[in-house]
């Protein structure tokens, strides 16, 4: 259901946890990632941070861009081109894969996000290496976006390690900005799915059962997007005005509707481009995980 | 639309007191705010949607959308025409990734025939001394209203299950047909869990007297004898005031009815009963509106009928079959609210809450997800031990035998020719003065465990109900109650105190985790005075409050000026009993002196 949490002066946030508002409210063209600092003080407080934390030298990640900004559109559209999973270049490598399955199958948990990371930087550069230093860095990226707590997001302002993180993020995809969010901040429901599959995997009637299913619970919706209403109306979820921060909780929506529309935002604009990379990996890991011999090495 | 403060305290304290004892086990003033706090619990986390493309259902068009119900449901909420109607597909009660159907060989272990014949079979009738037979009745009465898969399909290989070794079922395996599946379905399905498709409508709607669809609702509305629908808005009954003979059914002289499936004597006398109501609400709107035509009092009448027979169903049977303080409260909650039904016929309504004033009248609110009928619903709502092998039927005047049937002999179209032989007064009168059977182990009747359809088929309804439950991907009993935020048995001796039930069990099962759900809520110690295990009352908390709360015509359109004020002060007048008394005069000394038209009649 959606509610509304507006008091005036402070705060002025509509939030929608169902399917069918938030398929609405995605394709509303009133509502944008403009972010621009308007509103109420907490309104200000939460754009003020997606545009200082998800931007590289002042321009942002493109999860976080506008609708109609046309370098978004284009950068989103080759990269939608270029991880579809039946065209000419491979996007995943044996040692990539091996690792993944090996975490799957039981091998040390810690591996996971390294392991994910690489699967998901190698789409940016051939030689990504996921390390121990670069998923940290990673989580402080995702913190410094979600965190509910105010003085840690400042801390990690203040601090320095915000700018260091993202800064090794940048480096090691060469400063492609949408590789920084793969590796940053999307990596994370990815690493979420491989936490369910190995869940999965330890329940032997999981590996009797099609392959799709175990790709459809491994998917992983972002907990939350954010979009601003750019001029006054009524929407399924309510009234906004200008400055209205619409809060679509994906992840609640996720458990009790799971779909594709919902976890990947697919048919709206601002759909992922890796809509077809993802399912498409998780499927493959499966697969080589289930197909591994039991004693032997995974692989 | 968000959850107001006092309900969100209401869920913690649940919460809390689930932690340290289960709510019947607590005082009353303790016990009534964890109920409710499981409510408030169960609505947030325990509601899952599966229609994914709601575009592939096609709501009707024409009639009167806004203030009468839509033959096949749809417009029953305005913002979204084709939620409940008929075709939708069953929700859940549980996450979408826990609901996969299981494959074999789980599917068939242990085998469902061995569950039925070794732990669910009658050995020597259980009753239930304190309800009536009109408790089983009634509630094949009120599924048939909400739910149906159809018919099984026929296109698909059947379930084969092996016989038990010294098994005396006729032919050497036992075939079960499967669900019918979900014809209509989307990309978005993929890799998801199996969804099947209700055939009737999923509101309180009277379907199970009026029909899915139009078509049917016009058969219920048609005299035979001119073959034309009856202008004055009236259902057909025959000259005795009997339900006619449906002549679209396989069988020959089956009453007729919005559904007539699964027909036995007690859904007759309820069908009938109710049919001669909506006849009564008739003559009672025609007396306010003389010049109103067939049509509109037929709708005003279906609508008024139908909220009484939801009235009926929550402030009458249901408190019967929890017959404690809590339960009675908790139900009459249900429809009048905490502050009751002398207040709130005195005053009306307290603000909109649904607390203190009821759900009928309060604002409408799907929460979670789109109102659907449940798979852990139909699963829990599995109560075929309700039902007695035996029945006699005696004259209500002094008792005496008239004849004594098994349940073949008072089932489909034998109930017409049943009724040449003993008046319907005298089959109420015998099915409200006998016992039905408890919910409990070894109490299965025999007679559906060798139900015979036609030619060599038989059906083992136990078996099936177990089968069912898997195909269809409901979780056994301790995944089901870890579900709902239950306390899981840890052993077979955790599950029950009854000793020769454990061995049993055991022999059965490999472990506790994989009891079924059917065969758990059977063992399973029901709360103080309830007829059915508290499981099952966890789905009921939710379920039976949603079929209000989600319904406009129970909610924002409960109003005179939608019912007509005639019929709103009609569901608000009667009762079961004051039904029975307008029907039934002459019976009124049998029912008179006891609390509640379920419990057994003075003989």
């Known amino acids: 259901m959606s509610r509304s949490l507006r008091i005036p002066g402070l705060i002025d946030l509509v939030r929608a946890d169902t399917r069918s508002d938030i398929r609405g409210l995605a394709n509303d063209s009133r509502l944008d990632r403009r972010f621009e600092a308007r509103g109420p003080l907490i309104n200000r407080i939460l754009v003020e941070r997606i545009r200082n934390v998800l931007r590289i030298d002042g321009v942002p990640l493109p999860s976080v861009a506008p609708r109609q900004d046309a370098e978004r559109m284009r950068t989103q559209d080759a990269l939608r081109r270029r991880l579809d999973p039946s065209g000419a270049t491979p996007l995943w490598d044996d040692e990539t894969i091996a690792g993944l399955v090996g975490v799957v199958r039981g091998r040390g948990g810690s591996e996971l996000g390294p392991a994910t990371q690489q699967a998901v930087g190698r789409l940016f550069v051939a030689d990504y290496r996921g390390t121990g230093e670069s998923w940290e860095a990673a989580k402080v990226l995702d913190d410094a976006v979600h965190t509910r707590n105010p003085l840690r997001a400042i801390l990690l302002q203040l601090s320095g390690r915000l700018q260091r993180s993202r800064q090794l993020l940048a480096d090691l995809v060469k400063n492609d900005l949408a590789g920084v969010h793969a590796t940053g901040i999307a990596v994370h429901n990815l690493v979420r799915g491989f936490e369910r599959m190995r869940e999965l995997w330890s329940d032997p009637r999981w590996r009797l059962r099609p392959a799709d299913a175990v790709v459809e619970q491994c998917m992983f919706a972002p907990p939350s997007v954010l979009r601003q209403a750019t001029m006054p109306g009524a929407t399924v979820a309510g009234a906004v005005r200008p400055g209205t921060l619409v809060v679509l909780e994906l992840d609640v929506a996720r458990a009790h509707t799971p779909g594709r529309d919902v976890e990947l935002m697919t048919g709206t604009w601002a759909q992922c481009p890796a809509a077809a990379f993802v399912p498409a990996l998780l499927r493959v890991v499966w697969e080589r995980a289930v197909a591994a011999p039991a004693t032997g090495k995974a692989s | ?603």
């Open chain 2, 1 to 603: 639309m968000a959850t107001p403060l006092r309900e969100q305290l209401l869920g913690r304290f649940a919460g809390l007191t689930n932690r340290f004892r289960v709510w019947y086990r607590l005082p009353f003033l303790l016990a009534m705010p964890t109920i409710l706090g499981h409510r408030v619990n169960m609505r947030a986390q325990n509601l899952s949607d599966t229609e994914r493309d709601p575009s592939l259902l096609k709501p009707s068009t024409g009639g009167n959308g806004h203030d009468q119900r839509q033959a096949d449901g749809s417009y029953t909420d305005l913002g979204c025409p084709w939620m409940g109607m008929a075709g939708a597909r069953f929700g859940r009660n549980v996450p979408i990734g826990d609901t996969h159907g299981e494959q074999p060989p789980e599917l068939y272990e242990p085998n469902p025939r061995q569950v039925s014949r070794d732990l669910l079979a009658r050995h020597s009738f259980v009753p239930v001394p304190h309800l009536n037979v009109l408790v089983p009745a009634w509630l094949q009465f009120m599924v048939h209203d909400w739910l149906s898969h159809g018919g099984g399909d026929t296109t698909n290989p059947p379930h084969k299950l092996p016989l038990p070794p010294g098994d005396d079922w006729p032919g050497p395996d036992m075939t079960i047909l499967r669900t019918l599946p979900d014809d209509r379905c989307c990309p978005a399905d993929q890799g998801q869990p199996a969804t099947y498709r209700n055939t009737e409508t999923h509101w309180w709607d009277g379907s199970q007297i009026y029909g899915s669809d139009l078509a049917r609702q016009r058969l219920v509305r048609t005299d035979p004898a001119s073959g034309q629908l009856r202008p004055d808005g009236k259902i057909h009954l025959d000259a005795q005031g009997h339900l006619p003979v449906d002549a679209t059914s396989d069988l020959p002289n089956l009453e007729l009815s919005g559904v007539n499936g699964s027909w036995w004597v007690g859904l007759s006398v309820l069908h009938t009963l109710f049919a001669r109501e909506h006849n009564a609400i008739v003559d009672r709107l025609r007396v306010d509106y003389p010049t109103a035509d067939g049509e509109w009092l037929f709708q005003k009448a279906r609508l008024v009928n139908a909220a009484l027979i939801a009235k009926i169903h929550t402030v009458e049977w249901t408190p019967a079959l929890m017959n404690s303080p809590e339960g009675r409260m908790a139900m009459r909650g249900n429809f009048w609210g905490l502050l009751g039904e002398h207040y709130a016929r005195a005053y009306g309504r307290l603000g909109d809450g649904e607390i203190l004033s009821g759900i009928p009248g309060s604002a409408t609110n799907h929460h979670t997800a789109p109102y659907a009928m449940t798979e852990e619903f139909t699963a829990v709502y599995r109560m075929h031990s309700l039902l007695p092998d035996g029945f006699s039927f005696r004259r209500h005047q002094d008792g005496e035998e008239i004849v004594a049937c098994e349940f073949m002999t008072v089932a489909g179209a034998a109930v017409r020719d049943l009724y040449t032989k003993v008046p319907y007064d005298d089959v109420l009168y015998s099915l409200a003065t006998s016992n039905p059977g408890a919910l409990v182990l070894h109490n299965y009747p025999s007679g559906l465990r060798k139900l015979h359809k036609k030619d060599a088929i038989f059906l083992d309804i136990a078996a099936t109900d177990v089968l069912r439950d898997r195909e269809r991907g409901v979780p056994r009993y301790c995944a089901f109650r870890r579900h709902l935020g239950m306390r899981v048995p840890k052993s077979f001796a955790d599950l029950t105190s009854n000793p020769d039930w454990q061995r049993e069990l055991a022999a059965i099962y490999k472990s506790i985790e994989q009891v079924d759900l059917l065969v758990g809520l059977h063992c399973e110690t029901a709360p103080p005075g309830f007829g059915f295990s508290d499981t099952a009352f966890r789905i009921f908390i939710l379920m039976a409050s949603r079929r209000l709360k989600s319904d406009r015509f129970f909610t924002s359109d409960f109003t005179p000026k939608v019912y007509t004020p005639a019929g709103f002060a009609w569901i608000q007048d009667n009762n079961m009993r004051s039904v029975l008394e307008r029907h039934l005069p002459h019976m009124r000394p049998h029912f008179a002196n006891v609390r509640n038209v379920f419990f057994p009649w003075d003989k």
